[in-house]
C-alpha cells in the first residue's frame, strides 16, 4: 500500500533517538477497542488508545513488490484462565483492523502523524491455555484477500436490478438462451426455383439488399 509519511515522522525515523510503538484499531460488532504497545493511556484522533504493556504484540508487516495478501497476527498473553471465554463474546470475522506506525517525541507525545501500515480483517481466534494464563491470537487477513474471493454476480437482469436498479442492460438476456438466429441460409422459394432463372437471381438479390441495409444501420 502506499505510504504518505509526514515530515515530522520522517525526520524522527531517521534520527539517533527512537521510541516508536504501534497502535491497533478493532472495530468490533459490539463497539470498538484501541490498543497500544506501550503503557497507559495516549490519545490521538479523537480516540483514546489502551496500553498492553509487554501483554501485547505484533507479528512483522510484511510486504512484496507484488499483489499478495499477507496477513498478521496480534497476540495478548498473561490473561487469567476464566477471561478466555470472554475473546469469544463478540463477533469478530470479517471486522475492521487498522495498525498504525507511531513514535513519541520527547516530551512523550504522539508525533504527527502515525503511518498506517496494515488494513485489513479479522479472521480467527485461536487459545493457548496453560492453566493458570492463556495467550489469545487473533489472525487477521489483509485487504488483498478479497482479490482472491468470487464475486457471485451473475449475468441476469435480476441481478443486475438488485445493483443497478432501473438499468435495463440485461433485460434480453434470457431471451437469449436458446434463441435460434437465421444467417445466410436461403428462403424456401428461392430453394425450389430451378437455378439461373429469375426468381433465384431476385431472391439472393432481395436477401443481399436486407444485409446491407442492415450493415448501413449499424455504422
Known amino acids: 500500500m502506499s505510504r504518505d509519511i509526514t515530515s515530522g515522522m520522517e525526520s524522527t525515523t531517521s534520527g ?10 478493532l472495530h468490533f ?19 483514546t488508545y489502551s496500553g498492553l504493556g509487554k501483554f501485547g504484540s505484533v507479528e512483522m508487516v510484511q510486504e512484496s513488490s507484488g499483489l499478495q495478501a499477507n496477513g498478521i497476527t496480534m497476540q495478548l498473553s498473561g490473561i487469567p484462565s ?5 475473546a469469544f463474546s463478540n463477533t469478530y ?26 488494513r485489513g480483517k479479522m479472521d480467527t481466534i485461536s487459545i493457548q491455555d496453560t492453566g493458570e494464563t492463556a495467550t ?5 487477513e489483509s485487504e488483498m484477500i478479497e ?36 444467417w ?5 422459394s428461392a430453394q ?10 431476385s431472391s439472393v438479390t432481395g436477401v443481399m439488399g436486407k444485409i446491407g441495409g442492415i450493415g448501413r444501420g449499424i455504422r
Request: aromatic share 10%; hydrophobic share 40%; net charge negative.
Open 147 to 182: 482479490l482472491q474471493e468470487a464475486s457471485n454476480r451473475r449475468y441476469t437482469d435480476q441481478d443486475q436490478q438488485t445493483h443497478f436498479p432501473g438499468d435495463l442492460g440485461l433485460q434480453y438476456i434470457a431471451a437469449l438462451q436458446d434463441k435460434e438466429v437465421t
Open 184 to 188: 445466410g441460409v436461403a428462403t424456401s
Open 82 to 86: 476464566e477471561f478466555v471465554n470472554l
Open 16 to 25: 539517533a533517538n527512537l521510541a516508536p510503538f504501534y497502535m491497533a484499531d
Open 192 to 201: 425450389s426455383t430451378p437455378p439461373g432463372s429469375a426468381t433465384t437471381t
Open 136 to 140: 489469545i491470537s487473533l489472525a487477521v
Open 29 to 47: 460488532e459490539e463497539g470498538s477497542v484501541y490498543v497500544f504497545t506501550g503503557t497507559g493511556q495516549i490519545t490521538w484522533g479523537g480516540n
Open 93 to 118: 470475522q470479517g471486522r475492521a483492523v487498522k495498525l498504525w506506525l507511531a513514535c513519541l517525541n520527547n516530551s512523550g507525545q504522539i508525533i504527527a502523524d502515525p503511518l498506517l501500515i496494515f
